[in-house]
């Protein structure tokens, strides 16, 4: 069991609360591409009634249509055995977790952007097994010993057929190597608490199984046992995680985008697209372990925005991810001279978990006297302000959230922000940003291919 089973998760403390600079996205500050503070106040009974309906649909805790934004208060009821589950992982070396999609990319990024710093204890090395890649899968397994290796498939329909055909994989690695009693003892599942094919084999074959929540679609599941499971077993302090989405949930009680960051943030997002045309959204952190946020949040974006209204026109814009510096070299010349359809999201960092000071031989100190007694910290800093300047000069609209610190509370405050932005934007846009019918649509015709019904 963890040292905090049996707390409650509390609230964040003020000096690590995140915040949200979204002045550079207005138009008293860089003109005419950026969104008149009237529109604003002009959407404000627009605003109010998405908020209405938020909360409306938010009622009922699990059971809620918008279940995903209550799971900061409804997972407690499930963390013991969460947590039990975890502890059982820790006498592993390895795990191997198999998702795809909102399966995976919540973990991930978490796991990530948690990897050096925000730790009670290391736990057994994650390994995240998403795309189908069979070079992959075999040196992987190559270089794991069966009787020091857990898996967690997770699939919330029990069928995804990606995350389906590497689990028979690794099942039969595992069975043939261990033996088949020894190898279920080495599997979990996380899956539908009813259905699937998932659920039907923990029945059969009595492995361990936790549930994700029917009404939690996959890329609103971080903060459900498909990500708790696999964070907690490696170190990561799931009880802060929810305690962190619970401050924020706190923070977006109002229906006035004054007072809501979130309701702020989608009505400029949406603002600027049906407005100004801004149909870039790139989020770029000055954080590299937060660059698999970024892949979380293009899907969880991409999938929840895109789609047509019922009048048949589209909606949502098109999630873009870069990082800091490493982007400027790559991206910012075309950023600031192409086509002027994009809005900017920076995610800043201000106390990093270690400070790296830069030594300065005389040799170099005629060319860079200016990084005297200064840190890499420093430097990237000034990178970030810089880039956000120049973005800001050539007028385009730009936010910025900043991070107190990288822990698993802020954590949870970034995720939990998300998710109530995005769900926001598609009341606004009139859409629902819960189901993706067109990506169902591929896997089914996958299918068809697979049983030879489609013809290359």
Known sequence: MTPHQNKPAVSSPADILLSIDARSAYADAIGGEGVARADVDALSAELARAHALMTERRRGGLEAEYACLNLHDA???????????????????????????????????????????????????????????????????????????????????????????????????????????????????????????????SRTEGLRALPVPPKVGGRYSVLTAVGLLPLAASGVDVRALLAGARTNAARCESPRASDNPALELAALYYLLDVRKDKRLSILMPYVHSLRLFGDWYRQLWAESLGKRRTDGTPAGTL??????????????????????????????????????????????????????????????????????????????????????????????????????????????????????????????????????????
């Open 75 to 201: 997972m407690q009821e499930s963390l013991p055995a969460i947590e039990s589950d975890a502890e059982r992982l820790r006498a592993f070396t390895d795990v191997i977790v198999i998702g795809i999609g909102g399966s995976n990319l919540g973990v991930m990024a978490v796991a990530q952007a948690l990897a050096y710093g925000d730790r009670k204890n290391a736990g057994p090395r994650l390994h995240f097994v998403d795309n189908i890649d069979p070079d992959y899968l075999h040196d992987l397994l190559a270089t794991l010993r069966a009787e020091a290796t857990a898996v967690i498939a997770v699939s919330k329909s029990g069928g995804t057929i990606e995350t389906a055909t590497q689990y028979l994989v690794i099942r039969e690695w595992l069975e043939r190597t261990r033996g088949r009693d020894a190898a279920r003892a080495q599997q979990w599942v996380v899956t539908d608490p009813q259905q699937g094919w998932l659920r039907a084999l």
């Open 319 to 456: 999630p873009v991810t870069a990082v800091g510096a490493i982007d400027q070299h790559s991206q910012l010349q075309m950023y600031l001279e192409s086509r002027r359809d994009k809005v900017f999201t920076f995610l800043a960092l201000g106390r990093w978990t270690h400070e790296v000071p830069i030594p300065l031989p005389e040799s170099a100190r005629a060319t860079f006297p200016y990084l005297a007694g200064k840190r890499l910290n420093d430097v990237l800093a000034a990178e970030f302000l810089a880039t956000r300047q120049v973005i800001t000069d050539y007028g385009h609209p730009n936010l910025t959230i900043h991070l107190p610190r990288l822990t698993a509370d802020v954590l949870g405050q970034l995720i939990d922000l998300y998710q109530r932005v995005t769900v926001y934007a598609g009341i606004l846009y009139g859409i629902n940003p819960l189901d993706q019918p067109a990506v169902e649509s591929g896997k089914r015709l996958a299918v068809q291919y697979l049983q030879g019904a489609k013809q290359t």
